[in-house]
């Protein structure tokens, strides 16, 4: 019995061994506040392994836990329109529409599931910059949009960085190009008082949704 216990472990120590190799590390240069240890981001992948194998995801989701963004954390878990988890990666997003070559992130579904596709130039982004905008990306779950869709996941993006940097204020790396998009967010929304006014004039002044509709499903012009 004892052998075939010590088998039984040798061979789930060998699966996560493997499982744990086949997972994307978080790139050296990158800073993650000190409560992510390698030992504690390698507990996250249970979690998350369904919907990246790239680890700055999983520490960029565990960061959502207990804020705003949470929403946005357990949609991408599953709880959202497809009922499947939404799959995160990085993608060069000219492979999708050359229109989107300066496009930092896009939401995609494909045969009824969904997808959150990051510019690869944001691989050595903060996790906590990562965080902001998927809780923005997340809320995108059908192929409608619109002006008050945008606006309200814009205004979601602005309050999770806001929290973000309340919580690890580390992660305000001014030389990453995401960080410079979330403080501008930021800017707009401290200008508004915490109101959306800004952001959604930013919204609507945007040459890349001057096509959308005022409304979309879930999402009013208020």
Same mark, same amino acid.
């Given at each position: 019995m004892?052998?075939?216990?010590?088998?039984a472990l040798a061979t789930v120590l060998a699966y996560n061994t493997a499982f744990a190799a086949s997972l994307e590390p978080i790139p050296d240069r990158v800073v993650v506040p000190k409560k992510y240890t390698q030992e504690y981001i390698d507990t996250l992948a249970d979690e998350y392994k369904k919907v990246s194998n790239e680890q700055i995801f999983h520490v960029a989701l565990d960061m959502m836990k207990g804020t705003s963004g949470d929403l946005s954390r357990k949609a991408i878990l599953g709880y959202n329109l497809t009922q499947y988890p939404i799959k995160i990666e990085f993608k060069d997003l000219t492979e999708l529409n050359e229109a989107y070559a300066s496009f930092d992130?896009?939401?995609?579904? #494909? #045969?009824? #599931?969904?997808y959150i596709y990051i510019?690869? #130039?944001?691989?050595?982004?903060?996790? $906590? $910059?990562?965080?902001?905008?998927?809780?923005?990306?997340?809320?995108? &779950?059908?192929?409608?949009?619109?002006?008050?869709?945008? *606006?309200?996941?814009? *205004?979601?993006?602005?309050?999770?960085w806001c929290e973000m940097l309340k919580r690890f204020p580390e992660s305000n790396?001014? &030389?990453s190009p995401l960080v410079m998009r979330e403080n501008i967010l930021k800017q707009l929304l401290e200008k508004g008082n915490y109101t959306n006014k800004y952001i959604k004039k930013t919204v609507y002044a945007n040459e890349g949704y001057k096509n959308l509709p005022l409304t979309s499903p879930g999402f009013s012009g208020q």
């Open positions: 004892r052998k075939i216990i010590l088998v992130a896009v939401g995609w579904k #494909k #045969k009824g #599931k969904l510019n690869p #130039k944001h691989r050595e982004a903060p996790p $906590a $910059a990562l965080a902001a905008l998927l809780s923005h990306e997340a809320l995108h &779950q059908d192929e409608y949009n619109s002006l008050s869709e945008e *606006t309200y996941a814009w *205004t979601m993006e602005a309050n999770v790396d001014l &030389q």
